[in-house]
């Protein structure tokens, strides 16, 4: 049977990317806005391997904070909407999350894989070992699996290689719909999913506060609060 023909008989395949605009309605920084964390603090400083090496104290201050502030908020209505589609929609929906905040599971969601890992994760820089993150995170605590004192949090820096990739790569090979949600579309290899999805066959769709840096990417584009267009939209799927 050809693909089309396929396709139009099974359900569709959904593949949602999410960003720091998805949590910005529940209190959290986003990373390139005025106010964002990259105005507050250098990439170089504290979101780099080198920066670990040179300095893990600052590097590991400058996530116990945002795990602090990650555990004061609450999911919002366009996490909530986000797991109504997983439930309802009969066809598989699976969300790639640049987010290291943990308001996706929080909500519910369960198909996620957080391509940029997760501040809620702990990783021996020795061993490989994960494990729960403490609250408050020091490169001195020692693994609990091999002792090393070489924690870091289970975060992909720049110039790491992201999480996912074989979850991620055959998604978007079979996405009938791709839709990025709050992401500025500046930082690869997540900002060429939606021009390698549309390649593929999919029809992309973004949602987000202000064009993004790629979006001629995207077939659709609904521009405005994730909070008020993300329910929208599910609803729009869901009742087609
Ligand atoms: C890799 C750590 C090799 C976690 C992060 C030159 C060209 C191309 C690529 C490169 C290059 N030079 C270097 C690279 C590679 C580099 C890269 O892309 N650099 C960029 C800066 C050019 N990438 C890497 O190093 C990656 N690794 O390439 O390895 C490889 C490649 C492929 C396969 C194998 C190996 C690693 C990238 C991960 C780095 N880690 N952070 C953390 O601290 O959180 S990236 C950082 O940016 C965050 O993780 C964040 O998730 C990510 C993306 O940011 P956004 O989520 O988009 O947030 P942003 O603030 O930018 O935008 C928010 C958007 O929301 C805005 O558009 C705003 O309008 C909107 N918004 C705001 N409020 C709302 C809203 N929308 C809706 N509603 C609202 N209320």
Known sequence: MSRSVEHAMAPEKIVILTGAGISAESGLSTFRDADGLWAQHRIEDVATPEAFQRDPARVHAFYNARRAKAAEVMPNAAHHAL?????????????????????????????????????????????????????????????????????????????????????????????????????????????????????????????NLEPASNARDFDESHIGPATELVPKWVESILNR
Do not use: K
Request: hydrophobic share 45%; proline share 8%; net charge negative.
């Open 83 to 207: 797991v109504r589609l997983e439930a309802e929609h009969p066809g598989a929906v699976l969300i790639i999350t640049q987010n290291v905040d943990d308001l996706h599971a929080r909500a519910g969601s369960r198909n996620l894989v957080h391509m940029h890992g997760r501040l809620m994760g702990a990783l021996c820089h020795a061993c490989g070992h994960r494990w729960p993150a403490p609250p408050e995170m020091h490169a001195t605590d020692p693994c609990p699996a091999c002792s090393a004192a070489q924690t870091r949090p289970d975060i992909v820096w720049f110039g790491e290689t992201p999480y996912g990739a074989e979850v991620i790569d055959p998604a978007l090979a079979a996405a009938d719909i791709f839709a990025a949600i709050g992401t500025s579309g500046n930082v690869y290899p997540a900002a060429a999913y939606a021009q390698h999805a549309a390649r593929l066959g999919a029809r992309t769709v973004q949602i």
